[in-house]
């Protein structure tokens, strides 16, 4: 089998993994919250400390993945993955649940942080990256309608315990596999890169506005699609009275979104420029804030109020995540491990930290969602036409 061939299979399925640990978890929110007698902020906060470890684990797997070889980097953190996963189900009170969680964020943080490299290795960064994340962003997006799913029937007829059970055994063939299937992309081992060496790409990356930019992107869109996943269950559980395998069900919604917004964006890779579609993404998000305010006024307690402005959203979303890292590998001299660690960094460990702060100032209304996807989609959308108006004026 071809060494590209393999490494898309293994690109989707560690892709539809991580993705599978987020979208699996939520329909067991409720029900965690009520085990552990805990609240709501705090059960929610379990997503938080997930993507704080997801963003700083590439750090350190970066320059090792340079040195070694992007294969043992990515097959240690599945491992990671794994213990922390048992961790987790055997999980006694919240705390210790919370630390289960960062602990698997810091093994499947594997992804961003060496997977995309390989993606980038094989690809030459630029164009071709975003294609090639594209194609199989288009697979591994079945995930956010069949984990919901999965998700909340194991959650109604066993509990959350054996939900987070089905994460351990995904795991295990997601491990298994990689042994069998995943290629080393490294053509040339730098044997010269070190933890200094890296430090100092990373200082570069921070002090390099145009960079920034790209990330910050991703943070901003991420941020408002964690705050969706954490608030929806408790709005469909609690205020609609759905059961876990009704609320699964909606991902159908978002996953005809997710797709969809694939399939355009591919297409308009080939004849627009990647600011061109930031900028289009940009303002779906803000219409979806739009389309939420309105239906959180009219009508504050019906599926449609969140489902539906999140289908527009979310067609945003994927324009901006893939496009806005594939910009990211064309515009430095910097190892493209180091770009992936701050890029991951900036993504997800700063999503993480601004989820935990929107869920402390309680984020328990459609209307604070609404007013969230507002101000991402406002801020992508100006900040991307400021900087191409900034390109054409240079």
Not at 81 to 90: D, E, K, M, N, R
Request: aromatic share 12%.
């Amino acid at each position: 089998m071809q060494i590209k061939i393999r490494f898309f299979i293994m690109l989707t399925l560690l892709m539809a993994m991580s993705c599978y640990i987020v979208e699996s978890y939520g329909p067991s929110l409720p029900a965690i919250t009520r085990s552990f007698h805990t609240s709501m902020s705090l059960a929610s906060n379990s997503v938080s400390v997930y993507f704080i470890g997801f963003g700083l684990a590439p750090l350190l797997y970066a320059p090792f993945s340079d040195t070694h070889g992007r294969r043992p980097v990515v097959i240690f953190g599945i491992w990671l993955a794994l213990a922390s996963s048992i961790f987790a189900v055997s999980a006694q009170s919240i705390t210790m649940l919370l630390i289960a969680r960062f602990l698997q964020g810091l093994g499947m943080g594997v992804v961003p942080g060496v997977v995309r490299c390989m993606a980038s290795d094989l690809s030459e960064g630029g164009r071709n990256l975003g294609r090639l994340m594209h194609k199989s962003a288009i697979l591994f997006n079945l995930m956010p309608a069949l984990a919901p799913i999965i998700g909340g029937y194991i959650q109604y007829r066993l509990g959350w315990r054996f939900n987070l059970g089905s994460v351990v055994i995904l795991t295990l063939i997601t491990l298994a596999l990689t042994h069998l299937l995943l290629p080393e992309t490294l053509t040339t081992k730098n044997n010269c890169s070190t933890l200094r060496a890296a430090l100092a790409d990373y200082k570069q990356l921070l002090c390099l506005p145009k960079f920034l930019i790209l990330p910050c992107f991703s943070l901003a869109t991420f941020s408002g699609v964690l705050c969706y996943l954490t608030y929806s269950p408790y709005f469909y559980q609690t205020v609609l009275h759905l059961n876990a395998l009704e609320n699964g069900l909606i991902g159908i919604v978002t996953t005809a979104a997710v797709i969809g917004g694939h399939y355009m964006n591919a297409r308009l890779l080939k004849r627009s420029s990647l600011m061109s579609l930031l900028i289009v993404s940009g303002f779906y998000q803000f219409v979806a804030g739009l389309i939420m305010l309105l239906l959180s006024e009219y009508v504050p307690h019906h599926i449609i109020t969140l489902a539906i402005p999140f289908f527009v959203f979310i067609i945003g979303d994927t324009g901006i995540r893939t496009n806005a890292f594939s910009h990211s590998m064309g515009i430095s001299h910097i190892t493209r491990s180091s770009i992936s660690a701050i890029y991951s960094l900036i993504q997800f460990s700063g999503t993480g930290l601004l989820l935990a702060l929107l869920l402390h100032i309680h984020l328990r209304n459609p209307f604070t969602l609404a007013i969230i996807f507002c101000c991402v989609g406002g801020f992508t959308f100006f900040v991307s036409m400021i900087t191409q108006r900034g390109k054409h004026t240079s």
